[in-house]
């Protein structure tokens, strides 16, 4: 399945499920912020708005398969491990800053995320998918580099210490 760019795609709405499916493609449609639904122990991506598909690449932009199969290279990073963590523990991840590589080379680009990976239950509270929840921070993270790195020459400068 193909997603559309600029809707929100779902491959399989779980019963009860449909009004809160569609209060959150109500909400994220079209956020900058990133989300996705994931079911099953396969993480199979159910919905996904455009700020995720822009993120991990429009060309990778397809629903109803395993998150794996969409970004093989998470699975390396330690990202698949975590959502097979929430998924069998039921407690939800939050991370900070997390650095990510998405894509391949020579495509490959270097990205940072705040995210939090979410179980998603059933009316009975048994997990039966993931929802993601990121917001990409690599430009704040690369303005304090910077900023750090600019400090650091002011220093020097104030030293009179030999620049680089």
């Known amino acids: 399945m ?32 990133v989300f996705a639904s994931l079911a099953g122990p396969e993480h199979l991506v159910e919905a996904a708005n455009p700020a995720f598909f822009a993120a991990i690449g429009e060309q990778r932009a397809r629903t109803g398969v395993p998150l794996v199969d969409v970004m093989p290279e998470l699975a390396a990073q330690g990202f698949v491990a975590l959502l ?3 998924y069998r523990t039921g407690e939800p991840y939050t ?32 997990v039966f998918g993931i929802r993601v929840i990121g917001v990409e921070t690599t430009q704040v993270k690369q303005a304090q580099r910077l900023m ?6 002011l220093e020097q400068i104030a030293r009179q210490a030999p620049l680089a």
Do not use: C, K, N, W
């Open 148 to 153: 750090a790195e600019h400090r650091a020459m």
């Open 84 to 86: 097979d963590e929430v």
């Open 95 to 126: 991370g900070r800053d997390a650095r990510v590589v998405l894509g391949t080379e020579p495509h490959a680009r270097e990205a940072y995320f705040d995210f939090t990976y979410e179980p998603r239950r059933d009316a009975d509270g048994a």
């Open 2 to 33: 193909t997603a559309v760019p600029g809707e929100l795609p779902t491959a399989a709405d779980p019963a009860g499920a449909g009004q809160a499916a569609e209060d959150l493609r109500t909400l994220f449609g079209q956020s900058i912020a």
